[in-house]
């Protein structure tokens, strides 16, 4: 059985995305772009309905090309315990409220049971205060926290 894998709205932005000018971004897409084509394929993948409703914002065609890159990947249930969760996280991590749905997507893989949940979102999701956060939380209630980290990061298994 292959690993589980959250995949958070950020990299499919950045795998749709035209080339940045900005360094640093253009190097996360292109990394994005190896681990889509190399590293994905050894992984069991999934997104969310919080996932879906931010790709199908902005540019027409940026929206389309996002959804039909995650067309066939499963889509997890937010339950009433996620949202719970999601809560939870979100008091404790004192993040903006504009940011309430990075919450939602760390409650999403923590509460399914995800191995894995990527992300470029290096200020609200991977980061070694949330982590640290989501960890104490997740033991309190018996959760298994998944490694959360960038696609860089997950480029072998």
């Known amino acids: ?85 999601a809560e939870s996280y979100f008091s404790a991590m004192e993040i903006p409220e504009k940011a309430r749905a990075d919450s939602y997507h760390l409650s999403l893989a923590s509460w399914h049971g995800m191995d894995f949940m990527i992300s470029w979102n290096c200020s609200h999701i991977v980061s070694g205060r949330v982590r640290k956060i989501i960890e104490q939380i997740n033991s309190m209630r018996g959760i298994r926290t998944p490694i959360i980290c960038t696609p860089e990061e997950l480029m072998e298994v």
Do not use: C
């Open 1 to 85: 059985m292959k690993p589980t894998v959250y995949i958070e709205t950020t990299v499919i932005s950045y795998l749709s995305a035209r080339p940045s000018r900005d360094l640093i971004i253009a190097a996360h897409q292109q990394i994005t772009h190896e681990w889509w084509n190399t590293a994905l394929p050894n992984f069991e993948p999934f997104i969310s309905p919080v996932v879906l409703e931010e790709i199908s914002r902005g540019d027409t065609n940026a929206i389309s090309l996002r959804l039909e890159s995650v067309s066939a990947f499963p889509v997890l249930e937010v339950l009433p315990e996620v949202r719970d969760l």
